[in-house]
């Protein structure tokens, strides 16, 4: 049996943090909170959820509200392992007093991508070109004055891939039937590189970002985390100062990934996620403090830890399903044979293109760190091709 | 709910691994066995035991043969949390055809001081000098060969302090009555320092040792760890390879914790625990691969990992109950604002002298991450002079 931190420990002082969700990051957050004796517990329709290694977990969905409710009336804090609760169902909590870290104030800025478009324009961070869309010929309309392909975005619901697609002329009534009618359009921008800033920011106001890391999406899809990342000094300084100040600007509780586009000297906002992050897992080796001890810091109000590198360089590589669908436990011998590749498996039934883990390696250059994490990962793909093989858009 | 890995998921090929045992070691061995997605279950009385917050826990008393022996049949490798199953019990499994690692041949040197003293000095190792004694004259005449004070220990069953007594001329007979008829009494030797070599060993016969450490100990309780240990070079080199040949000479599949005496060139092996062990909880955070995965690497006869360190100094504190049973995690506020302290709570109810937890700080130097994991550790700990309230023979 697992400690149910619902029921137990009636006298710790320690707030109960309760995730909605239980896929990779609430199994990584819970190891992160049984490290500090932080009680945790997810909600989750699934009790064989990737965090049912570590964390118990209360069955049930969660985009029922009176479900919803009652785990968190079993907890202290609200949080969230992903982007699929209706954002009224976050603020009906929080109307009836249960502290959601981030707020829905906050959190729909990553649950609503036209929300986020809009509301990072008004606040005044550089973003693509865009417009809210509801049919064909709005794509077509904004595609006339930002030239094809564009790029296509459901609102919300989105992860995995799944929700954006590139979309060329005479495609659009396609990509209004396959992502629905509530559209972000998007001019392709013709960037330099891509990076990614987490931020975390306390109730008590104190943030902190970590070092900014380089994106590479095969297909579309994390594929791979370099650190540092692979710009001037001035516009990693110039990305970090963008993280803080949206961070402070939608009042973030918890941690926060910013993607951003790197166009010349300028930086533009590409996705936002309001929890611990793919492009944050080298974290835990490559940081003084880990992305997900870092987001139960900052949503139990407690003092957040240094961000500071632990090595010259870190890279992380997605372990992802190959097509045949192979189990990368059966190859962890193979995998582990790489020195200084540090293997973490979610626990997820493989499918092609699903994430079931990940590689991070240390080393003294990024191209070390690159190679030894592409290796091992490579292993657990089974093929180094299959790296490649996946859509667009992921973010989880 | 907790997912039980003896029930659920047949078709995975990764074996699984069952710790008698659910205390920290076991919290810290789960924590890695859900990185590598190694199912990962403990056996222990406590339905709330450490370990709890991370495994799944059956039920039940680890002493109770047919209990142990349905607990072994739900799993694919046995393996120890801590040193009170009789070895009698472990060669039961052995016979009924679980693989139990270390094997009993191996647990036993660690089970029973007496055992492990005997097959040390047959092996050639040197050891301090000793005597196996049952009664108080054994003691005294012990004693009248080399001296006063000796150290009594109980063959079996000491842990946390218990089963040490440091005794004077006119204390045999209060030592016997306190610590029982099997005893292993030993010269107190004059040692220069104390030093500790973890080494890890798989079936296939692949063995590393970690980087040698220094221990303080305080009243005979692990109080402090510092890497790299504060020896000569060839001394640590000595210290690694007697840590080898050990290993080898004993048959070892999983980690195994040597803590030496340093008198002059000479090394004398104190102790022995065939299982992860708190001289070694800074590999979580000091060296690529921690002492709990590469536990479960070897248990599992999965490649080793590296055990080279990530930092140039590490240092490690316990946290210790107070006299007045505080709950350390009132205070992990004030001991997370410390930067680089790396604070583990092991869930544990507060009782004065008992290990509840850790801190772990990587450095420059030893005396900047000793600093800063002792002022973390002080922290937690309500006051500094109650990291020197403890009682000896602490090994845990």
Redesign the interface.
């Known amino acids: 049996?697992?400690?149910n931190p619902q029921r137990?420990?009636p006298n710790?002082?320690?707030r109960r943090v309760g995730m909605v969700g239980g896929g990779q990051l609430a199994?990584m957050t819970?190891?992160a909170?049984?490290?500090?004796?932080v009680p945790f517990t997810v909600l989750d329709p699934d009790?064989?959820c990737p965090a049912?290694?570590?964390?118990?977990?209360v069955?049930g969905d969660p985009l029922d509200a009176s479900t919803l409710l009652d785990f968190a009336n079993g907890v202290d804090v609200v949080t969230f392992d992903h982007e699929r609760v209706p954002i009224e169902l976050v603020r009906g909590l929080e109307a009836r007093g249960v502290v959601v870290a981030p707020g829905a104030a906050t959190a729909q800025m990553a649950f609503d991508k036209a929300v986020a478009r809009v509301g990072l324009a008004e606040l005044g961070f550089a973003v693509p070109e865009f417009a809210i869309v509801s049919d064909a010929a709005g794509i077509d309309a904004f595609a006339s004055r930002h030239g094809w392909p564009v790029v296509a975005k459901s609102a919300r619901g989105g992860y995995d891939g799944r929700g954006v697609m590139f979309v060329g002329p005479g495609e659009s009534a396609e990509a209004v039937s396959t992502l629905g009618a509530e559209l972000v359009v998007e001019q392709m921008v013709p960037f330099d590189g891509e990076i990614a800033v987490l931020v975390a920011r306390r109730a008590a106001g104190e943030i902190v970002p970590y070092p900014p890391v380089s994106t590479v999406q095969r297909d579309g899809m994390c594929a791979e985390v370099t650190c540092p990342a692979a710009v001037a000094p001035p516009v990693a300084r110039a990305a970090e100062e963008l993280a803080i100040r949206l961070a402070d600007a939608v009042g973030l509780v918890g941690v926060m990934a910013v993607e951003m586009f790197v166009v010349g000297e300028q930086l533009l906002v590409n996705e936002l996620a309001t929890r611990p992050h793919n492009t944050g897992h080298h974290t835990i080796e490559a940081c003084?403090t880990s992305q997900f001890e870092q987001h139960l810091?900052a949503v139990l109000d407690?003092?957040l830890?240094?961000t500071a590198l632990?090595?010259p360089a870190a890279a992380m590589y997605n372990v992802i399903g190959s097509p045949e669908a192979d189990?990368p436990?059966?190859r962890?011998?193979e995998a582990?044979?790489i020195?200084?590749a540090?293997?973490?498996?979610?626990?997820k039934q493989s499918r092609p293109g699903r994430k079931l883990?990940h590689v991070t390696a240390?080393a003294a250059t990024v191209d070390e760190a690159r190679s030894i994490a592409a290796r091992a990962a490579e292993r657990l793909n089974r093929s180094e091709c299959e790296l490649s093989a996946c859509s667009v858009g992921e973010r989880a």
């Open positions: 049996m697992l400690e137990s420990q710790r002082r320690l199994r819970a190891a909170a049984a490290r500090l004796d009790p064989h049912s290694a570590g964390a118990h977990v069955v003084v810091r407690l003092p830890g240094s632990r090595a189990d436990t059966d962890l011998a582990l044979e020195d200084g540090h293997v973490h498996l979610y626990g883990g240390l």
